[in-house]
């Protein structure tokens, strides 16, 4: 089956730029999906298909997707960007990364 | 605008048989891809299983012919039957609409489901 790798945590200082990672075996050749989950919340799509954002989500959250890793980045960190992040992938089934805490 | 209600979580003894509902507004659960998603606490997200508009289903294969999707067009409501509830089926389970590349964009609030004596 198909298997997605996460970092377990990522820090960055308000302001700055985080980028968290997405491995998987030739990740490029598929779509990758985003969640953000604060907690007790479910989670929440902010990036589809490589690098669309859907509506309401800010400009401040990209993604790319090449070869063996796919990455989410955002831009201008604020507190409340402080959460969980998961990659996602149609595979036969729905797939997602193990998750990163995303700490600001 | 698109809500999903999730419903019929609780607690549960081992072996024992529960149906989560998922009450949808504002989408037409027989015309869109509708999928469970659980998270046992502490853990992250996991796909269970799907229903597409044609009425095929797949499952995660940990579920091993013990869950069954279904849907209720005229209540416009999806369900997920869960049969022989292990202690490791214990989990928040969301509903979410699925789109055609594989993507959850429109999730429920969650229905707790613990497995325990």
């Known amino acids: 089956s198909y298997v997605l790798t996460q970092p377990p945590s990522v820090s960055v200082a308000p302001g700055q730029t985080a980028t968290i990672t997405c491995g998987g075996n030739n990740i490029g050749s598929k779509s990758v999906h985003w969640y953000q989950q604060k907690p007790g919340q479910a989670p929440v799509l902010v990036v589809y298909?490589?690098?669309d954002r859907p509506s309401g989500i800010p400009e401040r959250f990209s993604g790319s997707n090449s070869g063996n890793t796919a990455t989410l980045t955002i831009s201008r960190v604020e507190a409340g960007d402080e959460a969980d992040y998961y990659c996602?992938?149609?595979?036969?089934?729905?797939?997602f990364g193990g998750g990163t805490k995303l700490t600001v | 605008e698109v809500q999903l209600v999730e419903s019929g979580g609780g607690l549960i003894q081992p072996g024992g048989s529960l149906r989560l509902s998922c009450a949808a507004s504002g989408l037409i659960v027989s015309s869109d891809y509708m999928s469970w998603v659980r998270q046992a606490p502490g853990k992250g997200l996991e796909w269970v299983s799907i229903i597409y508009s044609g009425g095929t289903t797949y499952y995660a294969d940990f579920v091993k012919g013990r869950f069954t999707i279904s849907r209720d067009n005229s209540k416009n409501t999806l369900y997920l039957q869960i049969n022989s509830l292990r202690a490791e089926d214990t989990a928040v389970y969301y509903c979410?609409?699925?789109?055609?590349?594989?993507?959850?964009?429109?999730w429920g609030q969650g229905t707790l489901v613990t497995v325990s004596s």
């Open positions: 298909d490589d690098s």
């Open positions: 996602q992938v149609w595979d036969a089934r729905g797939v």
């Open positions: 979410a609409r699925t789109g055609d590349r594989g993507y959850f964009d429109y």
